[in-house]
C-alpha cells in the first residue's frame, strides 16, 4: 500500500483491523506513490489499484501517460490497472483512456451501483489491460462501457494536463 498521508496509516493501523488480521503480506509505503514507484524495482503486481481522484484537488501527476506507464512498469504482463475515477465535478476516464492507447493498451469503464440499505455509493473504475480478450469475460462483460473521448481531447503528460478538457458541465451538458 502506498499512502502519501500519515494519519490515514495511523487510523487504518489503529482503529481498523484489515491490515492486522490479513494473511497477505502487507508493507506500507509512506509518501506520493509515484515517487517511490519510481524508485523502486519492477514489482510483478497481478493488479495495481490508484484511488486518489474522488475529492476537489486531483493529484495530476498520476494521470498522466508517464503514471500509466509507471504502473504498467510494475505489472505482471497480464495484471490489470484499475483507477477509480469516480468525481463530481470531472469525467477523468477519458485521460486514463487516452493514456493507455497511447501505451497501446486497453481501457474500459466500469460502474458500479451504489446502494442505499447497504451504504455504498455508485463507484466509476477504468480498467486497463495488455489483452483486449480480459474485458470479454463473462463476470465482467455486463457491466463494461466504453469510454467515450471528446475530439481534440489530449492524453496528459507531465509538461501537459488541462482540466478545462475534463469538466463535467452540469446543466449545459
Known amino acids: 500500500l502506498y499512502e502519501i498521508n500519515p494519519l490515514v496509516v495511523d487510523i487504518a493501523q489503529s482503529r481498523f483491523t484489515y491490515l492486522s488480521q490479513t494473511a497477505a503480506h502487507v508493507n506500507v509505503v509512506l509518501g506520493d506513490a509515484r515517487l517511490n514507484l519510481e524508485k523502486e ?21 498520476l494521470l498522466t501517460e508517464e503514471a500509466v506507464s509507471l504502473y504498467i512498469k510494475h505489472m505482471k504482463a497480464d495484471g490489470i490497472l484499475a483507477i477509480h475515477v ?22 474500459v469503464l466500469i460502474r458500479t451501483k451504489g446502494n442505499r440499505k447497504s451504504r455504498t455509493t455508485t463507484s466509476d473504475w477504468v480498467l486497463v489491460s495488455a489483452d483486449p480478450q480480459f474485458f470479454g469475460k463473462p463476470d465482467l462483460k455486463e457491466g463494461l462501457t466504453e469510454i467515450k473521448v471528446r475530439p481534440g481531447l489530449q492524453a496528459w503528460r507531465d509538461d501537459y494536463s488541462s482540466l478545462l478538457q475534463v469538466v463535467r458541465w452540469r446543466g449545459l451538458e
Open 41 to 61: 524495482t519492477p514489482q510483478g503486481f497481478d493488479i495495481l489499484i490508484v484511488d486518489a481522484f474522488s475529492g476537489d484537488a486531483i493529484p495530476v501527476h
Open 86 to 107: 469516480s468525481n463530481f465535478y470531472l469525467d477523468l476516464a477519458p485521460i486514463v483512456r487516452s493514456a493507455a492507447n497511447k501505451l497501446d493498451y486497453h481501457a
